[in-house]
T-cell receptor, first 112, second 114 residues
Framework: AQSVTQLGSHVSVSEGALVLLRCNYSSSVPPYLFWYVQYPNQGLQLLLKYTSAATLVKGINGFEAEFKKSETSFHLTKPSAHMSDAAEYFC??????????FGSGTKLNVKP | NAGVTQTPKFQVLKTGQSMTLQCAQD?????MYWYRQDPGMGLRLIYYSASEGTTDKGEVPNGYNVSRLNKREFSLRLESAAPSQTSVYFCAGETGGAGTGELFFGEGSRLTVL
């Protein structure tokens, strides 16, 4: 069985501060891992994806995530938050064809 | 505009009524998905279709049926709507090939069942 757990349903940071959104996964085989972002009243957009080629994955808008097998984690980071980063972020896991499981989401608030 | 188009965007039903959510894509996706999004629960997979003419159940298929009659369209039907089916429904196509997980989502269909 596969699942992801996102720690913290709401995270608030100041503009310019580090963004850290946490994701832990459970998978019986090497996983594919993803981060998606959802802006208000829109569908989800793929931020980045891990497929075992490299443990540090860079995505769009300055985000990156590091795969740590020993910790079963795939946390999302960005060195300096912008107001435009305010959105809901979802971690997801999959390991074979056609079944991808999403976490419950973390809403990021960026304060001026 | 290219992408995944869902209709309707909003719908209000009474308990017991039926309806179909339509999804059409023009991105040549082989695989298509239906998810529902509920507060605090993320997205849960209802059904998916790996290719034209094939469908499979996801995590929460009860109360739903799907149809993939051609490559472009993947519809979701509620035969007898229940208040528990009040949700936002998202259709997605899979770019990058089957199993890559690179999903391209529509804008969602917000359904309220009274």
């Amino acid at each position: 069985a596969q699942s992801v757990t996102q720690l913290g349903s709401h995270v608030s940071v100041s503009e310019g501060a580090l963004v850290l959104l946490r994701c832990n996964y459970s998978s019986s085989v090497p996983p594919y891992l993803f981060w998606y972002v959802q802006y208000p009243n829109q569908g989800l957009q793929l931020l980045l994806k891990y497929t075992s080629a490299a443990t540090l994955v860079k995505g769009i808008n300055g985000f990156e995530a590091e795969f740590k097998k020993s910790e079963t984690s795939f946390h999302l980071t960005k060195p300096s938050a912008h107001m435009s980063d305010a959105a809901e972020y979802f971690c997801a896991v999959g390991n074979n064809f056609n079944k991808f499981y999403f976490g419950s989401g973390t809403k990021l608030n960026v304060k001026p | 505009n290219a992408g995944v188009t869902q209709t309707p965007k909003f719908q209000v039903l009474k308990t017991g009524q039926s309806m179909t959510l339509q999804c059409a894509q023009d991105m040549n996706h082989n695989s298509m998905y239906w998810y529902r999004q509920d507060p605090g629960m993320g997205l849960r997979l209802i059904y998916y279709s790996a290719s034209e003419g094939t469908t499979d159940k996801g995590e929460v298929p009860n109360g739903y049926n799907v149809s993939r009659l051609n490559k472009r369209e993947f519809s979701l039907r509620l035969e007898s709507a229940a208040p528990s089916q009040t949700s936002v429904y998202f259709c997605a196509g899979e770019t990058g090939g089957a199993g890559t997980g690179e999903l391209f989502f529509g804008e969602g269909s917000r359904l309220t069942v009274l």
